[in-house]
C-alpha cells in the first residue's frame, strides 16, 4: 500500500471494555511498532516486531496490553478492561529492517475511554 | 535507561527568524538520531536524521548535526515561515533488538506572520 493504515481512526468506549486496535503496515516492511501517545505528553514506545522473532514488549504498560502479528503483515493491539489512563492516540510505524530506517508512522487510532 | 531531553514550548518566532530547538539524549550504545514533525492535523512523518557522529541531517531548510561529544541533536534552521508552525519530536534508537523509539516530550513551534 502508499503508507501505513490503521483502523479505526477513532475508537470511544466504556470503562471496563476490551478494545482491539488494527494496523496495516507498507508492504514489504519487515518491522512495525506500537507507540502510545497521550494528551500533552510524547510518544511512547508499546512493542516491536521484527519478521518472525519474538517481539519486543518492553514497553506494554500492563498485562492488559497484548499485540499480535500475522507475518510480515497486519497487526493488532489488543487492551483489555480498559480504564480511563488508557485514552490516548495510538500510533503504528513500519520500517525496513535495522533501527537505523526511518519508521513511517500511520494517522493513528483515537482512543477514548469514558 | 535512554532518554530524550529537547525544549520545552510552546516557542514562539516571527517569521524570517532564526530557529534552534535544543536536543540533548542519553543513550547505551551508539544510537541514530532523528526529528520527527506532526503538524496540525496531519500524521507524524520524519524531517531528517543522523546515524553516526558529525553527520548532518537536512531536509527542507533544517538542519541537525549528531554531536557525540556533547550528546546533543539541535534543530536549526536559518529563516523560518508561518507553514512551520508544528510540534517537533526529537528521537533515538539504539537498535540491539529494541528497536524502538524513544522520543522526547516535543517542542510546539508557532510562527507568526
Known amino acids: 500500500g502508499a503508507g501505513v493504515s490503521q483502523s479505526p481512526s477513532n475508537k470511544v468506549t466504556e470503562k471496563g471494555k476490551d478494545v482491539e486496535l488494527r494496523c496495516d503496515p507498507i508492504s514489504g516492511h519487515t518491522a512495525l511498532y506500537w507507540y502510545r501517545q497521550r494528551l500533552g505528553q510524547g510518544l511512547e514506545f508499546l512493542i516491536y516486531f521484527q519478521g518472525n522473532s519474538a517481539p519486543d514488549k518492553s514497553g506494554l504498560p500492563s498485562d492488559r496490553f497484548s499485540a499480535e502479528r500475522t507475518g510480515e503483515s497486519v497487526s493488532t493491539l489488543t487492551i483489555q478492561r480498559t480504564q480511563q489512563e488508557d485514552s490516548a492516540v495510538y500510533l503504528c510505524a513500519s520500517s525496513s529492517t535495522g533501527f537505523r530506517n526511518t519508521q513511517y508512522f500511520g494517522p493513528g487510532t483515537r482512543l477514548t475511554v469514558l | 535507561g535512554d532518554s530524550v531531553t529537547q525544549m520545552e514550548g510552546p516557542v514562539t518566532l516571527s517569521e524570517e527568524a532564526f530557529l534552534t530547538i535544543n536536543c540533548t539524549y542519553t543513550?547505551?550504545?551508539?544510537?541514530?538520531l532523528f526529528w520527527y514533525v506532526q503538524y496540525p492535523g496531519e500524521g507524524l512523518q520524519l524531517l531528517l536524521k543522523?546515524?553516526?557522529?558529525?553527520d548532518k541531517g537536512s531536509n527542507k531548510g533544517f538542519e541537525a548535526t549528531y554531536r557525540k561529544e556533547t550528546t546533543s541533536f539541535h534543530l536549526e534552521k536559518g529563516s523560518v515561515q508561518v507553514s512551520d508552525s508544528a510540534v517537533y519530536f526529537c528521537?533515538?534508537?539504539?537498535?540491539?533488538?529494541?528497536?524502538?523509539?524513544?522520543f522526547g516530550k516535543g517542542t510546539h513551534l508557532i510562527i507568526q506572520p
Open positions: 528521537a533515538l534508537s539504539v537498535g540491539g533488538g529494541a528497536d524502538g523509539l524513544t
Open positions: 543522523a546515524t553516526k557522529a558529525d
Open positions: 543513550a547505551t550504545g551508539y544510537p541514530s
